[in-house]
């Protein structure tokens, strides 16, 4: 198996700043992707931003400018760093990593954690 465990969440002032952090663990050979999804309450689950190795970040329009997805080291821990959050961006946010433990491809997904932006 492939863990993957968020951390970093919480309360966040509009306009402040917040690193969320996404480890995953499990004798990986390979991450072939990454990437943060959240879900508000009563709302799907949406794509906020992916990576893939030797590829070009993609965000969600809602967040470019202000979000930056980066990782791919050897601790195999990925960030979502959230610049100007607005209340809107409050949700539950998923990290999901497609990895190979060879010979066998996961796709994984943690247990999330809670961010709240509110003055």
């Known amino acids: 198996q492939v863990q993957v465990v968020e951390s970093g969440g919480g309360l966040v002032q509009p306009g402040g700043s917040l690193r969320l952090s996404c480890a995953a663990s499990?004798?990986?050979?390979?991450?072939?992707?990454m990437g943060w999804y959240r879900q508000a309450p009563g709302k799907e689950r949406e794509l906020v931003a992916t990576l893939t190795s030797g590829g070009s970040p993609n965000y969600a329009d809602s967040v470019k400018g202000r979000f930056t997805i980066s990782g791919y080291n050897s601790k195999n821990t990925f960030y979502l760093q959230m610049n100007s959050p607005k209340p809107e961006d409050t949700a539950v946010y998923y990290c999901n990593v497609q990895a190979t433990r060879w010979p066998m491809q996961y796709d994984s997904w943690g247990q999330g954690t809670q961010v709240t932006v509110s003055s």
């Open positions: 499990g004798s990986i050979s390979s991450i072939n992707a």
